[in-house]
């Protein structure tokens, strides 16, 4: 080992020749004597077999594993130690200190043979170090390559000499891809379970299994109950217990509007209206009196709304009729009517002209504008048209009579195809400066309005806040392909924008439905239908009467809508009666019974009658139940009591 090292010979030097102390220097020619030629550092393959105790035997630097472990049908699990060899130290070329043929510093190189399967180094043999022991970069047990070598150093720990593997350091970022990987299994994902002490371990997943955590580990499982998954992903979710008895675009309950059902399926027609026949309404028609004169009052002043009054013909009896589109004030001396038609010239003297219309249609060809008795470039300076806007500053186009042009405070737009001219000349497109443009200085071009962007996507850093609103996006142009999910909230949602007219039939399901969005309160009472069933007997002893048969506490606020008895044994010869009390005070004007010969009370010739009032219980209400009547000649026998109703 350090004692054959770098260079060795074939021929080993004779320390009784040459004593291995400073008496007897060996010289050039003894230590440059035949010189070994197998490898550079003139390392001999040992080829050794694992012993029975699991141990290799170290005669040399360089050792090949003759023997697979039992994990490839070895006899033995491993090696355990690497000690030292005494028999195979030649007295004549060693001293007498040197009868190990290791000592601390010296390095071994290990591989197994190619013919073999697993062979592996054991760490610490499965427990703590020792002489000869190994201890591996990894802390586990490692499985020895046939090309490349595993090299250990013989290190001092405690008093003993253990090896250590040599080399390993960091790995570096990315190196190590899915091919460097164990081979997994068909289907499998690799997960790190809380109990496997830091290892990563396989999971083999069946069609249509999901991988479930439980905060300890993970576990394949499959959808099951009321919902189920395809080995596409698709989830169906079997029917929820809800009212589907009407739809979005019928009334489930019909109304009457002029004495015609209406259900919202198509219009109706209302006699008198829009139809053949007269609606009942009231009025004195029939006594009014008919006057020849009025008597008329000046009123210059009063700030009010008056009417101005037509007849319908020139001559005769005609009635008095008002029009609320044509109206006068007097104080202000406004008349103000929907619509004039004049069919001669109109004159105003007035300072100011003002028409608060949406369009105004002009025949002639020309408007004149700063028109006075001497007209002039100097009268003609600031005339032409403002637009006001209010805060954000008026829009002009006026004419400049010191720089002989119209100045516009806002952009120019012409329509797709026109063009600007000077002197008939075009000077730009839309896409072009014009062929009689010879000279520019455009360094950037600013904002494109048409065309199709064919670069990078625009990301949303540069999209203006607010700046795509519902005026910005055409009908029906965007649809789910186009949403991000879960970008649109209740918050970019206006009240009630959402109802049962936008809502398809059948369109939502559970993957629509937030999970606790649904609560009691917005159900309704048909969809929360419930019902609390109290037992006031056994079903073999005879009924008695006698107040407190039973009494419970109601677990929530309830509203009852219906009430009913049932009894195993029928009564005979009399009715049996029941009264029901909602904290001492009865809640029945008619009593709950069960006729003669009868099993239940919804055959009962008297119906029973809740108390107007009584019908909604309080959460935490004290029930109890009486039973007045048991029947007559026999006994009714296991009476129960069932309220029906719902949560409030």
Same mark, same amino acid.
């Given at each position: 080992?350090?004692?054959?090292?770098?260079?060795?010979?074939?021929?080993?030097?004779?320390?009784?020749?040459?004593?291995?102390?400073?008496?007897?220097?060996?010289?050039?020619?003894?230590?440059?004597?035949?010189?070994?030629?197998?490898?550079?550092?003139?390392?001999?393959?040992?080829?050794?077999?694992?012993?029975?105790?699991?141990?290799?035997?170290?005669?040399?630097?360089?050792?090949?594993?003759?023997?697979?472990?039992? &994990?490839?049908?070895?006899?033995?699990?491993?090696?355990?130690?690497?000690?030292?060899?005494?028999?195979?130290?030649?007295?004549?070329?060693?001293?007498?200190?040197?009868?190990?043929?290791?000592?601390?510093?010296?390095?071994?190189?290990?591989?197994?043979?190619?013919?073999?399967?697993?062979?592996?180094?054991?760490?610490?043999?499965?427990?703590?170090?020792?002489?000869?022991?190994?201890?591996?970069?990894?802390?586990? +047990?490692?499985?020895?390559?046939?090309?490349?070598?595993?090299?250990?150093?013989?290190?001092?720990?405690?008093?003993?000499?253990?090896?250590?593997?040599?080399?390993?350091?960091?790995?570096?970022?990315?190196?190590?891809?899915?091919?460097?990987?164990?081979?997994?299994?068909?289907?499998?994902?690799?997960?790190?379970?809380?109990?496997?002490?830091?290892?990563?371990?396989?999971? *083999?997943? &069946?069609?249509?299994?999901?991988?479930?955590?439980?905060?300890?580990?993970?576990?394949?499982?499959?959808?099951?109950?009321d919902v189920a998954m395809d080995n596409t992903g698709a989830v169906t979710v079997g029917t929820l217990n809800q009212n589907t008895?009407?739809?979005?675009?019928?009334?489930?309950?019909?109304?009457?509007?002029?004495?015609?059902?209406?259900?919202?399926?198509?219009?109706?027609?209302?006699?008198?209206?829009n139809a053949a026949g007269n609606q009942d309404t009231s009025g004195n028609s029939a006594t009014a009196t008919e006057a020849t004169?009025?008597?008329?009052?000046?009123?210059?002043?009063?700030?009010?709304?008056?009417?101005?009054?037509?007849?319908?013909?020139?001559?005769?009896?005609?009635?008095?009729?008002?029009?609320?589109?044509?109206?006068?004030?007097?104080?202000?001396?406004?008349?103000?009517? $929907?619509?004039?038609?004049?069919?001669?010239?109109?004159?105003?003297?007035?300072? +100011?002209?003002?028409?608060?219309?949406?369009?105004?249609?002009?025949?002639?060809?020309?408007?004149?504008? *700063?028109?006075?008795?001497?007209?002039?470039?100097?009268?003609?300076?600031?005339?032409?048209?403002?637009?006001e806007a209010g805060s954000d500053t008026d829009k002009s186009i006026l004419w400049d009579s010191t720089n002989s042009n119209f100045?516009?405070?806002?952009?120019?737009?012409?329509?797709?195809?026109?063009?600007?001219?000077? +002197?008939?000349?075009?000077?730009?497109?839309?896409?072009?400066?014009?062929?009689?443009?010879?000279?520019?200085?455009?360094?950037?071009?600013?904002?494109?309005?048409?065309?199709?962007?064919?670069?990078?996507?625009?990301?949303?850093?540069?999209?203006? #806040?607010?700046?795509?609103?519902?005026?910005?996006?055409?009908?029906?142009?965007?649809?789910?392909?186009?949403?991000?999910?879960?970008?649109?909230?209740?918050?970019?949602?206006?009240?009630?924008?959402?109802?049962?007219?936008?809502? *398809?039939?059948?369109?939502?399901?559970?993957?629509?439905?937030?999970?606790?969005?649904?609560?009691?309160?917005?159900?309704?009472?048909?969809?929360?239908?419930?019902?609390?069933?109290?037992?006031?007997?056994?079903?073999?002893?005879?009924?008695?009467?006698?107040?407190?048969?039973?009494?419970?506490?109601?677990?929530? #606020?309830?509203?009852?809508?219906?009430?009913?008895?049932?009894?195993?044994?029928?009564?005979?010869?009399?009715?049996?009666?029941?009264?029901?009390?909602?904290?001492?005070?009865?809640?029945?004007?008619?009593?709950?019974?069960?006729?003669?010969?009868?099993?239940?009370?919804?055959? #009962?010739?008297?119906?029973?009658?809740?108390?107007?009032?009584?019908?909604?219980?309080?959460?935490?209400?004290?029930? #109890?139940?009486?039973?007045?009547? $048991?029947?007559?000649?026999?006994?009714?026998?296991?009476?129960?009591?069932?309220?029906?109703?719902?949560?409030?």
């Amino acid at each position: 080992m350090a004692r054959k090292g770098y260079g060795r010979n074939s021929s080993l030097v004779n320390i009784t020749t040459h004593a291995d102390d400073n008496t007897s220097p060996v010289g050039s020619n003894e230590w440059n004597e035949n010189p070994k030629t197998d490898g550079i550092f003139g390392l001999t393959k040992s080829a050794q077999t694992i012993s029975g105790n699991n141990n290799i035997v170290v005669t040399d630097s360089y050792i090949e594993i003759t023997t697979a472990d039992s &994990a490839s049908g070895g006899s033995n699990d491993g090696i355990y130690t690497l000690s030292a060899g005494t028999d195979s130290l030649s007295a004549t070329n060693y001293a007498s200190d040197s009868a190990s043929s290791i000592s601390e510093g010296d390095l071994i190189y290990v591989v197994k043979a190619a013919s073999q399967a697993t062979t592996s180094l054991v760490h610490q043999q499965g427990g703590t170090g020792g002489a000869g022991k190994i201890t591996t970069l990894t802390g586990e +047990n490692k499985e020895l390559s046939a090309t490349v070598p595993t090299i250990l150093m013989a290190r001092t720990i405690g008093s003993v000499l253990e090896w250590v593997e040599y080399g390993g350091g960091a790995v570096a970022d990315a190196s190590i891809d899915n091919t460097k990987l164990a081979v997994m299994a068909a289907n499998t994902i690799k997960v790190r379970n809380a109990n496997s002490s830091g290892a990563p371990s396989d999971i *083999a997943l &069946a069609t249509t299994q999901i991988l479930i955590g439980n905060g300890t580990g993970f576990t394949a499982a499959a959808l099951s109950g009321d919902v189920a998954m395809d080995n596409t992903g698709a989830v169906t979710v079997g029917t929820l217990n809800q009212n589907t008895a009407g739809s979005a675009a019928t009334l489930t309950t019909p109304r009457a509007i002029g004495g015609v059902d209406f259900n919202g399926s198509a219009p109706i027609n209302l006699p008198g209206v829009n139809a053949a026949g007269n609606q009942d309404t009231s009025g004195n028609s029939a006594t009014a009196t008919e006057a020849t004169n009025v008597t008329a009052v000046a009123n210059n002043s009063t700030n009010e709304t008056v009417y101005p009054t037509f007849v319908d013909g020139a001559t005769g009896t005609q009635g008095l009729e008002t029009d609320t589109g044509l109206n006068y004030n007097p104080s202000t001396g406004l008349l103000s009517a $929907v619509g004039l038609t004049l069919s001669g010239d109109l004159t105003v003297n007035g300072t +100011n002209t003002i028409l608060n219309t949406a369009t105004l249609e002009v025949e002639d060809k020309d408007i004149f504008l *700063a028109k006075v008795s001497s007209p002039s470039n100097t009268t003609a300076n600031g005339a032409g048209i403002i637009i006001e806007a209010g805060s954000d500053t008026d829009k002009s186009i006026l004419w400049d009579s010191t720089n002989s042009n119209f100045t516009s405070t806002e952009h120019v737009n012409i329509a797709t195809g026109k063009k600007f001219k000077i +002197n008939n000349v075009d000077t730009l497109t839309a896409t072009a400066l014009g062929t009689n443009v010879v000279g520019s200085s455009l360094t950037s071009v600013g904002t494109i309005g048409t065309g199709t962007w064919q670069g990078d996507a625009v990301a949303q850093a540069y999209i203006g #806040a607010d700046a795509i609103n519902g005026d910005k996006i055409v009908d029906d142009s965007i649809d789910s392909e186009h949403i991000i999910d879960g970008s649109i909230d209740l918050a970019h949602l206006s009240v009630d924008s959402v109802n049962g007219t936008k809502i *398809a039939d059948d369109s939502i399901d559970s993957e629509h439905i937030i999970d606790a969005s649904i609560d009691v309160a917005h159900l309704s009472a048909g969809a929360k239908k419930e019902f609390i069933m109290i037992s006031l007997s056994d079903e073999e002893t005879d009924l008695e009467t006698g107040t407190n048969k039973a009494i419970f506490q109601m677990p929530y #606020a309830f509203t009852i809508t219906d009430i009913r008895a049932t009894v195993g044994t029928a009564p005979v010869g009399s009715t049996l009666t029941v009264d029901i009390n909602k904290s001492g005070q009865s809640i029945l004007t008619t009593k709950l019974t069960i006729d003669a010969s009868e099993n239940t009370s919804t055959s #009962a010739a008297t119906a029973h009658v809740i108390a107007s009032g009584d019908t909604a219980f309080a959460d935490g209400a004290i029930v #109890a139940f009486d039973i007045d009547q $048991v029947g007559s000649s026999t006994a009714g026998k296991g009476l129960k009591v069932t309220l029906i109703g719902y949560q409030t």
